[in-house]
């Protein structure tokens, strides 16, 4: 199996303030030789979070440098491929769904590998499941 994960699965995994069933569901597939990858801009938005968190006091610096090494540890593989689709496929996703372009970028790797995508955030699963990506849920 192939997962996509958005952000808001890996900063679950390192801070666990939410719901942990997918991000645990992702931990089991990833366990079981799941292949997973995420697009470019996967860790801007995950450190902006650290970096957010931090700021808001939820977060010490040294609880940031242990998420990230942890991060680190995680088997992901980023689709540097997709820069090229960038201005076709990702904006005409925005566009149809109504969602940011950093979320279509989701979509549009979830649906160029054939994987499915991971993700806590309703409105993203919702416009993956209208452009015809498969989601991913704990079993």
């Known amino acids: 199996m192939e997962l996509v994960l958005d952000a808001s699965v890996v900063v679950a995994l ?3 303030d939410s719901p942990m069933d997918i991000p645990s569901a992702v931990l089991d597939a990833i366990d079981d030789g799941a292949v997973v990858t995420v697009p470019p801009h996967f860790q801007l938005e995950v450190t902006n979070f650290l ?3 931090q ?3 939820t977060l010490s610096a ?3 440098q242990q998420a990230l090494r942890y991060l680190q540890h995680l088997p992901i593989t980023i689709d540097t491929a997709m820069h090229t689709q960038i201005f076709t496929d990702v904006i005409a996703i925005a566009q149809r769904s109504g969602i940011t372009s950093y979320d279509a970028a989701y979509i549009h790797c979830a ?3 054939g994987a499915k995508l991971a993700s806590l955030d309703k409105e ?3 416009a993956a499941e209208a452009e015809g990506v498969d989601v991913f849920e704990a079993a």
């Open 111 to 113: 649906r160029t590998r």
């Open 55 to 57: 700021r808001r006091g």
């Open 51 to 53: 970096v957010q968190a």
């Open 124 to 126: 993203l699963l919702a």
């Open 62 to 64: 040294s609880g940031a």
């Open 14 to 16: 390192l801070v666990r």
